[in-house]
Every structure is written in C-alpha cells, then in structure tokens.
C-alpha cells in the first residue's frame, strides 16, 4: 500500500508546517510505541492499524480499544475522502491521494500535548528506575575491560564465544550500504590500529566522488583539513550518513569572500536570503572548420532573467498546445505536455525530444503524392537528396518502360511523369530538385530547422540544416523531483505542469520556460508561514557536484 501522510505541526511561533511522509508497507501501525508508524503520545502503544481493503483505507482498532467517527466510540471504519477518526485527542482525516498513491490521510496532533512531553513519556536515566548508577557504572566498566579488552587481546579469536569479542566498542551499526560490502570486517575501513578512517580508504570505492569545488579553493577554504567523516559519520543510530542541515552549507556561503570566484551569498531559502536562479545553457558559437563554418556547442552559466535558449529550433508550444489549432491525428484530443515529455526513472529529467519518437505522428515526411507509404529519411540532408533522387529515377524508368508497350493509359500515373519528354535521367533529376526546394524552403525541414540555401546547382551542397541542441537540463547544481510536485491540492495532469511553466503562452522556441525562485516561494520556505514547505539546502543541492558541473567550474575560472 503507497499512503501518503500530511502532518500539520504547529511550530513555536503558533505557525503550522506541513510534513509529507511517504509510506510503502501493507500496514500502518498507529500508536504511542517507537515502533509505530505514525507515533500518537497519549494513544495506546500500538491502537490500531491502517490497511488497504476491497472498501478502501481501514483503520482497525486492537482488541478491547476504540476510536471517535463523528462523536461515536468504533472499532473500526473506513477511512474515505473528509471522514475523521480522533484517536486521544489527536485527529487523523482522509483527504484526495494524489497521483501514486493508493490513498492519503492529514494529522493533527493533540494541541494540549506539550512535545516536550514525548521525552518525559519514556525513561532515559537510571535515576528513572530502581537501579542505583554508581555500582552498576563501575560493574559494566570491569565487564567491558574485561571480556571487550583484555580477553580478545589475550586469547586467540578461534577460542573465543561468539559473545566474546571487540563488537562491544562498536557505537552502533554500519549503514546497510557498508553492511553489504564489508559484513564484519572492521579492517575493511580500519586500516590502522588507534588511527581514524583517512579519506583513501573512502576513495578506493567512491571513485565518483568529486570534491566540492575546485581544487585551489578547497585549500583557500580549508577543505584541504576537512576528512570524509567529518561529515559521514558511521556507528551513530538512527543510521545515516549524509548531513542535511543548511547550516553546513551557509556557514560558508553567507559570505563567499573567495579568489576569481563570482558567487552571491546565500542565508537560507527564503525571500531576501537565496539569489535568482542561474541556468545551465547549451549555447552555439560558429567557428571555422575546414573549408565552412561548424556550430560549438558549450555550456554557458547565465541569469534567468537573460536567458534565451538558441537550440535553432522553430517550434511553438503556443501552438501545439492549442485544441484548435492542433489535435492528435490518433486520438483526437488536444496534446498534452505528456505527450511530448516522458519522465525518466530519476523524476528529475526528461527522455530527448525526437522526431521518430514525438513528431512523426503529425508532421510525416511524405513527399510523393503517387507514393503514399514513402517517407523521407530524417536527420542527413544528403540523404533526403539521395531518397528523392533513386526513388524519381526509378519511377520515370519505370514511366519510360510503360510507355513503349501498346496501351493507351497508364493508370495510378503521376501527372508530372506524363509531362517530362526528356530522358528519364534527367526528369528524375529534375523533379528531385523541385521537391527539395519544396522539402527545405516550404513546408518540410523548414518548419523545424533553419535551413541556409546557398543556390548551388549541385543539390548536394545547396541547402544546409543548421544543426539543433537541446539542453536538458538547465540545473546542474540543482535536484528537482517532477513527479513529487504533481501532488498539488486540485490539480493534477498539464495544470500541475503550468503552474510553474508558461507553454500556453510562449509562441517561440527562443523562451525558456524555466520560472523564477519567487514560485518556488509560493509554496517552500525555510520557516514560512501556514502549511508552507520547508527546504534545507541538500533538498535541491548535492555538496559533491556532478561530472558536467565539473567541467562548468573548470570553464567559468578560466574565464574569469
């Protein structure tokens, strides 16, 4: 079962927050145990359980405990769309699930409940207990001493219990990561007897991981003293190793005071404290290549509010998103984003817009009225040239073949065929280059791509496509999950889409459709105000950044 959980927290200064929390189990235990899904101070230690049915969501009771639906104590109910199930004080409510999700509930938790009261609910000293702390203190000392110290030490492991043995320094866990590759071998990591984990040891298998920045600011900054587990701890439960909290990332980029480097200051994700976005561009540039010119193709890092995508496509989303003026020839209906844009595994990009894939359905590559069923090969002009020309010679040698035989008409004959009196070389040549003016100046490759006529008699190096490139993906310091933000309140399909992505109005390929930090903040603040988004700076942001990232650093100082 995929249920998707809201919980509304009412933080210090009497603001709500909205945490989403995404479970995948068959069922849901609800609660005052730690081992409870959602976990409700003041509730019986597991009250009842969560499951799909043939019904829909039901909440189940445990045996002898009720709940509250609608001022009636009940042992179970369904839980549908508005029903609310108080459960010691604390309100569990379905709400609409969103795309992906077998069902949703949204939890308010007991206001009368002081969150401090979670601490005092569990005993966490010995002074809680019957226990005295000296004596004990001292016992546990001499057994570890003895049986984690002095005995492995002393006596050889293959004579040891499996109780008796080093396991009992251990702090906690390895991550399950670790676990897999390196099961019980502590030397897999510890090299060295009494000496830390050095960041060699954490390279020979992270061969990915880059540093953070370039190398002569790491040492600028003083990443050069920084080890791997400073920031990845290992044996610390709850188990995880990677460090999210923002302050991590502003300690240092509120003031980024840093040689041939242009970065604004950053104090969090908030208005005021996170600077307009920047895109990675893939941008043209003509250079001399051998006798002509040849497109560059880099990528350039520029402000939103300049940013304009020179692909050398011609292309309207205007129009391809209008029910009147385009409709899908299979179907009927009007074009969707989804149509064209098909997520990848990650939800984060977008599979490559190509002409087999998105275009052919409604822009064919017909040339031949006579011929029907025959397309143009697509992506090489000369060989657009080469298909027209074997198929119009063949078709006029054919035409002359017929023509010797005693008949009248020739049925199913092409009109212009009939026309040409001179040798069947020379009409198909001829008809060849009226249908490539056509193709590349009137209604076929130019409709997507430009296309440079150089008036050459020679078909072959007359017309010239200017090449195209995409860039997909305009945030290479940047994470964002397309398929987490479908789940908008009331919207769903291209709606969700254009929330954020101008396409109904955007009448050239030139625009980039990419919105401005000021939607974000719509939704996401670092402490925004009711039911706003909360975001730390690892929600968007990797601290290692990516290969092409890399190369963009490498460019952008040596430009500088």
């Not at 830390?196 to 002569?216: F, G, I, K, N």
Request: aromatic share 6%.
């Amino acid at each position: 079962m995929e249920l998707l959980i809201k919980e509304v927290v009412v933080a210090a200064k009497g603001e709500a927050q909205v945490r989403d929390q995404a479970l995948s189990v068959d069922e849901v235990l609800v609660g005052s145990s730690t081992q409870c899904h959602v976990q409700l101070l003041g509730a019986a230690a597991i009250h009842g359980r969560l499951s799909k049915s043939s019904k829909g969501l039901l909440f189940k009771c445990d045996s002898g405990l009720s709940v509250e639906v609608d001022g009636e104590s009940v042992s179970q109910v369904i839980v549908e769309v508005g029903t609310e199930v108080e459960i010691a004080g604390h309100r569990l409510t379905g709400i609409e699930s969103p795309t992906g999700f077998d069902a949703a509930i949204e939890l308010h938790f007991n206001p009368d409940i002081d969150p401090s009261s979670f601490e005092r609910a569990f005993k966490t000293r010995l002074a809680h207990t019957w226990l005295e702390q000296r004596r004990p203190a001292w016992i546990a000392v001499a057994l570890v001493a003895v049986f984690g110290l002095i005995v492995p030490w002393v006596v050889p492991a293959n004579y040891l219990p499996d109780f008796v043995n080093d396991s009992i320094w251990s702090s906690g866990p390895l991550h399950p990561a670790h676990a897999i590759v390196l099961g019980d071998d502590c030397g897999g990591c510890h090299t060295s007897s009494f000496t830390r984990v050095e960041d060699e040891v954490c390279t020979t298998c992270h061969l990915q991981a880059s540093l953070h920045t370039l190398p002569e600011l790491h040492q600028t900054v003083g990443f050069d003293e920084v080890r791997c587990a400073s920031c990845h701890q290992e044996h610390h439960e709850p188990v995880y190793l990677t460090v999210t909290d923002s302050a991590l990332c502003t300690d240092c980029h509120a003031k980024p005071d840093w040689p041939n480097q242009v970065v604004q200051p950053v104090h969090g994700f908030s208005p005021g404290n996170h600077p307009q976005f920047r895109l990675d561009l893939v941008t043209p540039t003509l250079v001399d290549q051998g006798s002509g010119q040849a497109y560059d193709w880099a990528l350039k890092s520029v402000p939103l509010a300049t940013a304009v995508e020179r692909s050398n496509l011609q292309f309207s989303h205007e129009v391809h998103l209008d029910v009147g003026k385009v409709q899908d020839l299979g179907t009927g209906r009007p074009l969707s984003c989804a149509s064209c844009h098909t997520a990848q595994a990650d939800d984060e990009h977008f599979a490559s817009i190509n002409m087999e894939r998105h275009c052919i359905g409604c822009h064919d590559l017909k040339f031949d009225s006579a011929a029907p069923l025959r397309n143009l090969p697509h992506g090489d002009p000369e060989e657009v040239i080469l298909t027209m020309e074997g198929h119009f010679l063949r078709a006029y040698l054919k035409n002359e073949q017929a023509s010797e035989a005693p008949r009248r008409r020739i049925p199913d004959q092409d009109a212009d065929l009939r026309r040409c009196t001179d040798t069947a070389q020379a009409c198909a040549l001829e008809r060849a280059a009226i249908e490539a003016n056509v193709q590349f100046t009137k209604r076929g490759c130019v409709l997507c791509h430009e296309v440079v006529d150089y008036g050459d008699v020679d078909l072959m190096v007359r017309y010239h496509v200017v090449p195209i490139q995409l860039t997909d993906n305009f945030f290479l310091n940047a994470r964002f999950n397309h398929h987490v933000h479908l789940i908008q309140d009331g919207i769903s399909g291209d709606a969700g889409c254009v929330t954020c992505h101008a396409a109904p109005t955007s009448a050239t390929s030139v625009d980039v459709l990419i919105p401005g930090i000021d939607q974000c903040f719509t939704c996401h603040d670092e402490q925004g105000p009711d039911r706003q988004i909360a975001l730390e700076c690892a929600s968007c942001h990797a601290f290692h950044p990516s290969v092409e990232l890399r190369s963009l650093l490498t460019l952008q100082s040596k430009t500088l």
